[in-house]
């Protein structure tokens, strides 16, 4: 069944260091890859999104992601952490079965420390 | 891009009663879909909202107990019916403006006592 892990449910890093978030997905065919980012009381945000073309995909607040199909992964990257970083993030993969059902990891907290 | 708007923010709601949740976007989108979100947990598909029509609801979610209406194409509501605290959660409502892009909402927050 097609499936996306969340590796990490939290990441905690310090600010204007690296950020790294882990997704692992299954999918029999190309999929499309999302990232997005829920902020406290906040809406659901796209960061970015793979529809493959480039496998390396830049996003909005300096995020990027890195689709690898040898290693079914989508991680998401930041070179360096801001306060306002901090958030849960979620990976996300369209369903094979449909052209526009999602289906969400079970989500990554990043905490960013001063 | 589309920008959605929900009504209400939040309730507090007691068991037995039903809720109604208004969502409008700012565009015409293709299609609009219904989420739920428990605590701590990750999005669950609801539904899809079809404008004109009943609604197509995922596995484990029924018309009785979430009734979609979808009038136009830029607003749709979904009513929690006879809820119990199980119904506590985050209720998101999205829009796809593309084949490949959702944009949400900034949810409901039911409690339900």
């Known amino acids: 069944a097609q499936s996306v892990t969340q590796l990490d449910s939290h990441v905690s890093v310090s600010e204007g260091t690296p950020v790294l978030l882990r997704c692992n997905y299954s999918?029999?065919?190309?999929?499309?890859l999302f990232w997005y980012v829920q902020h406290p009381n906040k809406g659901l945000q796209l960061l970015l999104k793979?529809?493959?073309?480039?496998?390396l995909v830049k996003g909005i607040n300096g995020f990027e992601a890195e689709f690898k199909k040898s290693e079914t992964s989508f991680h998401l990257t930041k070179p360096s952490a801001h306060m306002s970083d901090a958030a849960e993030y979620f990976c996300v993969v369209r369903r094979e079965d449909s052209s526009y059902k999602l289906i969400f990891g079970s989500g990554t907290r990043l905490l960013v420390r001063p | 891009s589309a920008v959605i708007s929900q009504k209400p923010s939040r309730d507090i709601c007691q068991r037995g009663t039903s809720l109604t949740i208004q969502c409008q976007v700012d565009s015409q989108v293709t299609m609009m879909f219904w989420y739920r979100q428990q605590p701590g947990q990750s999005l669950t598909l609801i539904a899809t909202a079809n404008q004109g029509s009943e609604a197509t609801y995922e596995s484990g979610f029924v018309i009785d107990k979430f009734p979609i209406s979808r009038p136009n194409l830029t607003f749709s509501t979904l009513t929690v019916s006879n809820m119990s605290p199980e119904d506590s959660s985050i209720y998101l409502c999205?829009?796809?403006?593309?084949?490949?892009?959702?944009?949400f909402g900034p949810g409901t927050r039911l409690l339900v006592l």
């Open positions: 999205s829009g796809r403006t593309d084949q490949e892009t959702q944009y």
């Open positions: 999918s029999s065919y190309s999929p499309s």
């Open positions: 793979y529809t493959s073309a480039a496998t």
